[in-house]
DNA sequence: TTGTAAGCGTTATCAG
DNA sequence: CTGATAACGCTTACAA
């Protein structure tokens, strides 16, 4: 049986408020019951009661995370970065992943509204876009990572690198190597990163006067077999790109490793640079060029503002999207 | 303000009770008055007080997942096994990094227990061997994943990979290939996996005859950047080894790259292995070979471990620890 | 078939 | 300073 403050009051010969205010050091118990209350519940192997807390604070102290996979490295450093935050803030995280299947997503949105979560952060996942009317339903600020939102809620902003920055980034620094005929691997269908970052290669090209060639624009998934399988239809256009920018450093590297396969050489038959810089980017053969983007940063960016969000409160106001610059590192791929 | 039964009830003219009854349908309800409510609560945009719900029913339909970091790709994979197989079954994770901090791990068990998850699993994390005491007094089913447990308590129990046969497995092959000269680079001191694949390494080497030198075991942490500090202790030998097998694919693909940096040939001046076999070892270049572990399926099996062992409860009996067998994966570089 | 009432473990508001 | 007492939103006997 677990001890309840019931248990501690009744061996300490106190009512269970005094327990409770103990407890909770409130000036309004003498300090040496205080004490006594305190090293019994100690020897009795105490611990409060999260849940019967919450029903009367009504704040459960915890935050709801929703991605697709945690799987994905990017996603796995944006988590621990929420997740080292909300620690230091005393506050624990729920992990929902809705793996792109619609049943899924709409069940992690109930979830987290069920289970009443202070905030909730959602990252590289389409919950965002597709269910934020659910989402601000459950009346807690919501931050997205790197989710497009269209227009900032009450309590629903956002923080995201600049795609279009980060796509012109790594474009042009491919122009500038002297490549004309530069592809794009894109990323998950509908996601809205893909479209900044194409928007960026797009404004890259014109600025340098080259055409945009819609079937340079191969799709992928944002995964590795997506990468190597666009390397595969790359390679038979009538005339191969000597270039690719990829919607991110997974979709690279899987292209990277297709590239190895096929006996392309890599930066000399065909150059490629990736997006995120996820830890393992210095790793790969050759190692790759990137667009970084801070994620852990962000992690702790997003629930820094979810915290804010919740205290501001009606205070309102005074709040913004945060968008980030990514920025080129340039390694052996390019 | 959220709607709750009694709001319901209120505009359906009927008692909390019914309401209570009609949302879980009850066989206690006509029909009729059952369909009104659902119907109503529907309108009203109702959702459960799952905070509520489990203060009277002694459940949260919550499991605790505790893990070193969560951007390990290793434990990625396992915990969205975890998360795959609890979603299934209607539970939600709660996740808590330790980041092998003592006073952040010691945290977390509190935290799960306050919070009062049905059950915990633990990855990849000194917490399974440094705080099962604490654990077990959670008084909740609590499998480890990949960590040694002196014995099986009552709830407590793990599933592991074979160590020692992974181990050796490794070792064999790097023997088999003509090696005589072998490193092991070790994983986060004090780790039990560690020790298993250490004794595998040993005993591989004994089988074959081959001489045990201390020198040739080096330090790592897991991690990219133990592995690479590895690589500038081992060529630094007086007698490089001529093959490595690393604690994990993590170690090993540090190495590898540290390898390229340093000119050094793989497989050709030395050979690699790895442990885990996580997604991007296929894709790191050479490819590189390791010992696979089912990743996902572990943290599956786990997770179902951990329902059987709820709801066996007092029937007690019939649990043993799982261990899965490792499967060498030759790629390229051996 | 439905309603009343108790209780889950806390915190919070009153009185004393 | 301390003790009753009332919530918090739900489930579940026990009555009707």
Redesign the pocket.
């Known amino acids: 049986m677990?001890?309840?403050?019931?248990d501690i009051?009744e061996a300490a010969?106190?009512?269970?408020?005094?327990?409770?205010?103990?407890?909770?050091d409130?000036?309004?118990?003498?300090?040496?019951?205080?004490a006594r209350i305190r090293r019994l519940a100690q020897e009795m192997g105490?611990?409060?009661?999260a849940?019967?807390?919450s029903?009367?604070?009504?704040r459960t102290q915890t935050i709801g995370i929703v991605v697709t996979t945690i799987t994905d490295p990017f996603v796995a450093e944006v988590v621990q970065g929420i997740e080292d935050m909300a620690h230091e803030h005393g506050y624990s995280v729920i992990l929902a992943s809705s793996a792109a299947e619609p049943e899924r997503e709409l069940a992690a949105v109930e979830m987290l509204r069920a289970k009443r979560v202070d905030g909730v952060v959602v990252t590289s996942s389409r919950v965002g876009a597709l269910y934020l009317a659910h989402l601000e339903r459950i009346g807690v600020p919501v931050v997205l990572v790197n989710n497009h939102n269209q227009q900032s809620g009450r309590y629903t902003f956002s923080v995201s690198v600049d795609n279009q920055h980060g796509g012109h980034l790594a474009t042009a620094h491919l122009i500038r190597r002297g490549h004309r005929r530069i592809a794009y691997v894109s990323g998950p269908a509908n996601h809205s990163d893909d479209a900044g970052r194409l928007a960026g290669y797009r404004r890259a090209l014109e600025e340098a006067g080259l055409p945009f060639e819609a079937a340079l624009v191969v799709p992928g998934n944002g995964r590795l077999d997506g990468g190597e399988r666009a390397l595969y239809v790359l390679k038979d256009l009538d005339t191969p790109p000597t270039a690719v920018f990829c919607y991110n450093d997974m979709t690279a590297i899987g292209l990277l490793s297709a590239a190895r396969r096929l006996g392309i050489q890599v930066p000399r038959e065909l150059a490629v640079v990736g997006f995120d810089d996820i830890p393992l980017a210095a790793h790969v053969c050759p190692p790759l060029t990137t667009i970084a983007q801070p994620q852990r940063e962000m992690g702790r960016l997003a629930m820094g503002m979810v915290f804010d969000l919740m205290t501001a409160d009606e205070a309102g106001g005074g709040f913004s999207d945060v968008t980030v610059e990514g920025k080129l590192v340039v390694r052996e791929t390019t």
Chains 1, 2 share one sequence.
């Open positions: 677990r001890v309840s403050i019931k009051a010969g106190v009512s269970h408020s005094t327990v409770s205010r103990a407890l909770s409130s000036p309004l118990v003498k300090a040496e019951t205080k105490y611990t409060p009661d849940i019967a807390r029903l009367v604070t009504q």
